[in-house]
């Protein structure tokens, strides 16, 4: 079975601070590992993945993030934060052959002036 | 073009009401799903159409109806819900249901009912 962790419920940071959203997964084959941003009463959208290749993905906002396979994470960085950046971010991961995209329970960010 | 509308933007029903909500995406897409997101949780998975066929069911109560009329189009039909059914109802659509197809969300309708 396939699942996701994400540690932290609330990160908060200084404007202009680099940033980093924990997110640890579990599958018994090769992970498929997503990003979403969530802004108030708004629907998910995408931010990056990892499929296969390079451990470092590059997204979309400046995020990116770096898939450790011996540690089983997938954390999201940004070098330097924006207030705008501050929402609910879900991890979410996929194993070979199933059929469904497994979220973690998010982690609220917020950038402080 | 990674748009996937969603209407209404909100709706208020009552417990006897019958109402549809619609999702629509012109990325020529063969999946489409329905999410059901609670305030604060991460979306729970309710449908998934595959090439406009019922693909998943995830156990889900009688008084949500699903129905995708043709590839660009997925409906939910409700009836007879349930104050605890408010939400946030979300649409995803993706290329088709490969492992690294990446899935796409609407910005919701929220739900309300009384």
């Known amino acids: 079975a396939q699942s996701v962790a994400q540690p932290e419920d609330q990160v908060n940071v200084a404007e202009g601070n680099p940033l980093t959203v924990k997110c640890t997964y579990s599958?018994?084959?090769?992970?498929?590992l997503f990003w979403y941003v969530q802004y108030p009463n708004r629907g998910l959208q995408f931010l990056l993945k990892?499929?296969?290749?390079?451990?470092l993905v590059k997204g979309s906002y400046g995020f990116e993030a770096e898939f450790n396979k011996s540690q089983t994470s997938f954390h999201l960085k940004k070098p330097s934060a924006l207030v705008s950046d501050s929402a609910l971010y879900f991890c979410a991961v996929r194993d070979a052959g199933a059929q469904k995209l497994v979220f973690g329970q998010g982690t609220r960010l917020t950038i402080n002036p | 073009d990674t748009e996937v509308t969603q209407t209404p933007k909100h709706l208020v029903m009552g417990m006897t009401n019958k109402k549809s909500l619609k999702c629509e995406q012109h990325?020529?897409?063969?999946?489409m799903y329905w999410y059901k997101q609670k305030a604060k949780k991460p979306p729970e998975l309710m449908f998934v159409y595959s090439y406009e066929k019922l693909s998943i069911n995830e156990s889900v109560p009688s008084r949500f109806s699903p129905e995708c009329p043709n590839s660009s189009l997925l409906n939910l039909h409700l009836h007879a819900l349930q104050p605890e059914d408010s939400a946030l109802y979300l649409c995803?659509?993706?290329?088709?249901?490969?492992?690294?197809?990446?899935?796409?969300f609407g910005p919701g309708t929220r739900l309300t009912v009384l």
């Open positions: 990892y499929i296969t290749g390079d451990n």
């Open positions: 990325m020529g897409h063969r999946a």
């Open positions: 995803a659509s993706s290329q088709d249901l490969a492992v690294t197809d990446t899935q796409y």
């Open positions: 599958v018994s084959g090769n992970p498929y």
